[in-house]
C-alpha cells in the first residue's frame, strides 16, 4: 500500500511543479506552505480509496474549513465561517489561544489532519504529516513553535469533525437499500461491471451555504418515450448519431474531463480498475493552480480553495437530489435496448441515474464561484490531469472550462443535452445562491477589473 502511495506521489509532485511552472512571480510564504499541496495530498489517499464523486466533494469541503477558520482567526479580512456556513457554531478558542504558533502552518496541517480523520485510509496521511514537520525542522522553525501550530490544527480539525458528525453521513449505511426499478425510463446498471447506484440517498447529507437540497430543482424531464417521433428519442438518436461522428477534438474534451473514480476495463475474463481523481477533485486542483497563478496570498489561496469545496458539496447535493428523484434512463441502457444492442459509448457510463448532468451542474457551480473570485477573463493552462493520464488544456476562463467540462459528457455519449442544458442552469443557479450568501458576509472579489 505505501508502495502505490509514494508511486502517486511522485506524479502528484510533477503535477505541482507543471502548475507553478506558469507562475513568473512566486507566492510570498515558503513553496512547503502552498495550501493546494496540502489538498492534493489528500487527493492520492481519495484516489487510492477510490472515493465517490459525492463523497469526495464532503471530504474536500470538510478538510478545508479548519485551514479557513484558523486564517479568519488571524485575519480579520476574512468573514468568519459562521457567516456564510449556516451551521456552523464557529470555533470561539482560535481567538483565544495564548501560546505563540504560525497561523499558516497550523492551517496547512490543519487540512491534512481532518483529512486524516476523516478518510477511510487517512492514516496513510501520517507520514505526510511527519515529512511535513521535517520541513520546517530542516528551515529552522523553532520547535515550541511547530508544537503549538500542531495543536492549535488538532483542535480547529476536532471542531470541524464534530460539525461534521451532524451532517447525517453516518446515517447513510441504516437507510434502506437502492432497488433499481423495473420501469421501462428508469436507471439501471450498465456495463461492464454494473455496479450498484452511488450514495442514492445522498439529498439527506445537510447542506452548508445553500438552504436545502431541493432548493434549486432542474427544469422538468422531457417524457420518456419509446416512440422514434418523440422528443426523448429524438434526443437519445442525437448521442447515438454523434457518437459516430465525433473529431478528434471531441473526443479529446471528452478524455480530458472523464474524471471517473470507478473506470474499468474488461479483457476476456480479467477486469482491470484505473484509480483517478474525481470531478470535484479536478476542480479543487483548478482553484490550487490558479491561485498560485494570480500570486494570491496564503489566506486568499485558503479562502478560494475552501469556497470552492463547499460550493462543490452544494452542487452534488443538489444534483444528487435529483437524480434520485427523476431517475432518468442512461442513453447506453435505452440504446442497446432498442436502437443498436451492440453500441457503447466511448467514456464508461457511471453507477447512477442519468437527470441532472453530475459534470454539468457541479463545473458550473464551481466555474461562478471562481469567476466571482478572480475574474471573467481568467486564462489558465489546466495540467492538473497530467497525473492522472490525461493531458493539458488552455482556457480563456472557467466559464468556458465548465462549458467543455459539461459537453463532454454528450460527446463521451453518457448524458442528453436536456440534462446538460438544465444541469449548467442548475449549476449556476447554486452558485448564485452561494454568492449571494457570501457577498452578504463581506467576501468580495480578488480580481481589480
Same mark, same amino acid.
Given at each position: 500500500?505505501?508502495?502505490?502511495?509514494?508511486?502517486?506521489?511522485?506524479?502528484?509532485?510533477?503535477?505541482?511543479?507543471?502548475?507553478?511552472?506558469?507562475?513568473?512571480?512566486?507566492?510570498?510564504?515558503?513553496?512547503?506552505?502552498?495550501?493546494?499541496?496540502?489538498?492534493?495530498?489528500?487527493?492520492?489517499?481519495?484516489?487510492?480509496?477510490?472515493?465517490?464523486?459525492?463523497?469526495?466533494?464532503?471530504?474536500?469541503?470538510?478538510?478545508?474549513?479548519?485551514?479557513?477558520?484558523?486564517?479568519?482567526?488571524?485575519?480579520?479580512?476574512?468573514?468568519?465561517?459562521?457567516?456564510?456556513?449556516?451551521?456552523?457554531?464557529?470555533?470561539?478558542?482560535?481567538?483565544?489561544?495564548?501560546?505563540?504558533?504560525?497561523?499558516?502552518?497550523?492551517?496547512?496541517?490543519?487540512?491534512?489532519?481532518?483529512?486524516?480523520?476523516?478518510?477511510?485510509?487517512?492514516?496513510?496521511?501520517?507520514?505526510?504529516?511527519?515529512?511535513?514537520?521535517?520541513?520546517?525542522?530542516?528551515?529552522?522553525?523553532?520547535?515550541?513553535?511547530?508544537?503549538?501550530?500542531?495543536?492549535?490544527?488538532?483542535?480547529?480539525?476536532?471542531?470541524?469533525?464534530?460539525?461534521?458528525?451532524?451532517?447525517?453521513?453516518?446515517?447513510?449505511?441504516?437507510?434502506?437499500?437502492?432497488?433499481?426499478?423495473?420501469?421501462?425510463?428508469?436507471?439501471?446498471?450498465?456495463?461492464?461491471?454494473?455496479?450498484?447506484?452511488?450514495?442514492?440517498?445522498?439529498?439527506?447529507?445537510?447542506?452548508?451555504?445553500?438552504?436545502?437540497?431541493?432548493?434549486?430543482?432542474?427544469?422538468?424531464?422531457?417524457?420518456?418515450?419509446?416512440?422514434?417521433?418523440?422528443?426523448?428519442?429524438?434526443?437519445?438518436?442525437?448521442?447515438?448519431?454523434?457518437?459516430?461522428?465525433?473529431?478528434?477534438?471531441?473526443?479529446?474534451?471528452?478524455?480530458?474531463?472523464?474524471?471517473? *473514480? =470507478?473506470?474499468?476495463? /474488461? #479483457? +476476456? $475474463?480479467?477486469? &482491470?480498475?484505473?484509480?483517478?481523481?474525481?470531478?470535484?477533485?479536478?476542480?479543487?486542483?483548478?482553484?490550487?493552480?490558479?491561485?498560485?497563478?494570480?500570486?494570491?496570498?496564503?489566506?486568499?489561496?485558503?479562502?478560494?480553495?475552501?469556497?470552492?469545496?463547499?460550493?462543490?458539496?452544494?452542487?452534488?447535493?443538489?444534483?444528487?437530489?435529483?437524480?434520485?428523484?427523476?431517475?432518468?434512463?442512461?442513453?447506453?441502457?435505452?440504446?442497446?435496448?432498442?436502437?443498436?444492442?451492440?453500441?457503447?459509448?466511448?467514456?464508461?457510463?457511471? *453507477? =447512477?441515474?442519468?437527470? /441532472? #448532468? +453530475? $459534470?454539468?451542474? &457541479?463545473?458550473?457551480?464551481?466555474?461562478?464561484?471562481?469567476?466571482?473570485?478572480?475574474?471573467?477573463?481568467?486564462?489558465?493552462?489546466?495540467?492538473?490531469?497530467?497525473?492522472?493520464?490525461?493531458?493539458?488544456?488552455?482556457?480563456?476562463?472557467?466559464?468556458?472550462?465548465?462549458?467543455?467540462?459539461?459537453?463532454?459528457?454528450?460527446?463521451?455519449?453518457?448524458?442528453?443535452?436536456?440534462?446538460?442544458?438544465?444541469?449548467?442552469?442548475?449549476?449556476?443557479?447554486?452558485?448564485?445562491?452561494?454568492?449571494?450568501?457570501?457577498?452578504?458576509?463581506?467576501?468580495?472579489?480578488?480580481?481589480?477589473?
Amino acid at each position: 500500500m505505501r508502495i502505490v502511495k509514494q508511486s502517486l506521489t511522485i506524479l502528484l509532485i510533477l503535477g505541482c511543479q507543471l502548475g507553478q511552472a506558469q507562475n513568473k512571480k512566486r507566492a510570498t510564504y515558503p513553496d512547503y506552505l502552498q495550501p493546494d499541496h496540502a489538498v492534493n495530498t489528500v487527493t492520492m489517499v481519495m484516489v487510492h480509496d477510490v472515493v465517490s464523486p459525492p463523497v469526495a466533494a464532503r471530504y474536500y469541503a470538510y478538510c478545508t474549513l479548519g485551514a479557513y477558520d484558523i486564517g479568519a482567526a488571524n485575519n480579520k479580512k476574512l468573514p468568519a465561517l459562521n457567516t456564510f456556513i449556516k451551521a456552523y457554531a464557529g470555533n470561539s478558542s482560535l481567538a483565544n489561544i495564548k501560546a505563540k504558533y504560525d497561523y499558516k502552518i497550523a492551517a496547512y496541517y490543519s487540512i491534512l489532519e481532518t483529512a486524516k480523520l476523516l478518510l477511510p485510509s487517512g492514516f496513510m496521511l501520517k507520514d505526510d504529516q511527519d515529512a511535513f514537520i521535517e520541513i520546517l525542522q530542516k528551515t529552522k522553525v523553532p520547535q515550541d513553535i511547530i508544537t503549538n501550530s500542531v495543536k492549535v490544527a488538532e483542535d480547529a480539525s476536532a471542531a470541524v469533525i464534530t460539525f461534521s458528525k451532524q451532517d447525517h453521513y453516518s446515517q447513510l449505511s441504516a437507510l434502506q437499500r437502492y432497488t433499481p426499478l423495473k420501469n421501462e425510463g428508469s436507471w439501471y446498471p450498465t456495463p461492464p461491471m454494473y455496479m450498484e447506484a452511488v450514495e442514492p440517498n445522498w439529498k439527506t447529507i445537510r447542506t452548508l451555504v445553500i438552504d436545502t437540497a431541493t432548493q434549486y430543482k432542474p427544469k422538468p424531464l422531457i417524457p420518456f418515450s419509446k416512440d422514434s417521433t418523440s422528443a426523448f428519442y429524438a434526443q437519445v438518436k442525437d448521442v447515438y448519431n454523434a457518437s459516430k461522428h465525433l473529431t478528434p477534438e471531441q473526443i479529446n474534451q471528452a478524455l480530458f474531463w472523464d474524471c471517473n *473514480p =470507478f473506470a474499468v476495463t /474488461t #479483457s +476476456g $475474463h480479467m477486469a &482491470i480498475g484505473y484509480k483517478k481523481i474525481s470531478p470535484g477533485g479536478h476542480w479543487m486542483h483548478i482553484a490550487g493552480l490558479v491561485s498560485q497563478k494570480a500570486n494570491l496570498g496564503f489566506d486568499e489561496s485558503v479562502m478560494v480553495i475552501t469556497l470552492t469545496g463547499t460550493t462543490l458539496m452544494d452542487a452534488f447535493i443538489s444534483c444528487w437530489e435529483e437524480k434520485f428523484t427523476s431517475n432518468r434512463i442512461r442513453p447506453e441502457t435505452f440504446i442497446n435496448r432498442y436502437i443498436d444492442v451492440k453500441w457503447q459509448p466511448i467514456l464508461q457510463t457511471p *453507477p =447512477f441515474p442519468e437527470y /441532472t #448532468s +453530475g $459534470h454539468a451542474v &457541479i463545473s458550473n457551480a464551481a466555474a461562478e464561484v471562481l469567476t466571482y473570485l478572480l475574474g471573467d477573463k481568467f486564462a489558465y493552462t489546466d495540467n492538473t490531469e497530467i497525473p492522472f493520464g490525461s493531458g493539458q488544456r488552455d482556457f480563456t476562463s472557467f466559464r468556458q472550462a465548465a462549458a467543455e467540462a459539461s459537453m463532454s459528457r454528450f460527446y463521451g455519449g453518457i448524458h442528453y443535452m436536456q440534462s446538460i442544458d438544465n444541469g449548467n442552469d442548475q449549476g449556476k443557479r447554486v452558485a448564485a445562491g452561494i454568492i449571494e450568501k457570501i457577498k452578504k458576509a463581506g467576501i468580495t472579489p480578488l480580481h481589480k477589473n
